[in-house]
């Protein structure tokens, strides 16, 4: 089993509102990524965590909060984000850091 | 100059051609090379994983690294309208963790 399970598949919030993102992996995997991309742009990587710990961060703006719980789930906690963060969100696991990474469907996220 | 090149395409060729997919990479330090196949509108899927050079088969799919000449390569044989996707090269050096990806080349396969 190569799957990586991300909630919700769609999201619309407000420019005022506070979601978070969700992702769950069962293979355990102990890397696991937050990506961002933008139509007709490759993934590009936000965040990694290493054993439950930030690893790195891509100087993403403080409104994208990352949280490693344990080592099967990772959320990405939203507030005060603006439309210009409407993109489609990746979560991605690898057994380590120089390994193949496995792709999550993805969160389409609309800001209006 | 960026660290992987990719043609965007988009490349259309007839249901039953071969298909070459090319990336080069200017970075050394490269040893982990990933093809990923992205459909509309959905997560990247892992086709092939190579570490270092060679070449690597899978049904209907080879992967050919050149470390000496910086250029990947993905075959696609009997092309299908379901084969249909953008296909990512992708990246890692020994240090790990940051995936490399080139632009994606958008690929369209006519029945």
């Known amino acids: 089993d190569t799957e990586v399970t991300q909630t919700p598949k769609h999201l619309v919030m407000g420019m005022t509102n506070k979601k978070s993102l969700k992702c769950e992996q069962h293979?355990?995997?102990?890397?696991m990524y937050w990506y961002k991309q933008k139509a007709k742009k490759p993934p590009e990587l936000m965040f990694v965590?290493?054993?439950?710990?930030?690893?790195i961060n891509e100087s993403v703006p403080s409104r994208f909060s990352p949280e490693c719980p344990n080592s099967s789930l990772l959320n990405l906690h939203l507030h005060a984000l603006q439309p210009e963060d409407s993109a489609l969100y990746l979560c991605?696991?690898?057994?380590?850091?120089?390994?193949?990474?496995?792709f999550g469907q993805g969160t389409r996220l609309t800001v209006v | 100059q960026k660290e992987v090149e990719q043609d965007p395409g988009p490349l259309s060729v007839p249901e039953g051609a071969i298909v070459s997919l090319n990336c080069t990479y200017s970075n050394s330090a490269f040893q982990y090379f990933m093809w990923y196949r992205q459909y509309s509108r959905k997560g990247p899927e892992l086709l092939m994983y190579?570490?270092?050079?060679g070449n690597k088969e899978d049904g209907r799919f080879t992967a050919q690294v050149d470390k000496s000449s910086k250029y990947i390569s993905l075959f696609i044989r009997d092309s299908q309208p379901s084969d249909s996707a953008t296909y990512l090269c992708a990246m890692l050096d020994t240090g790990g963790f940051k995936t490399i990806f080139g632009a994606g080349t958008r690929l369209f396969v006519k029945a």
């Open positions: 965590y290493s054993y439950e710990k930030l690893s």
């Open positions: 991605a696991s690898s057994s380590q850091g120089d390994t193949e990474a496995f």
């Open positions: 293979m355990g995997h102990r890397a």
């Open positions: 190579t570490y270092s050079s």
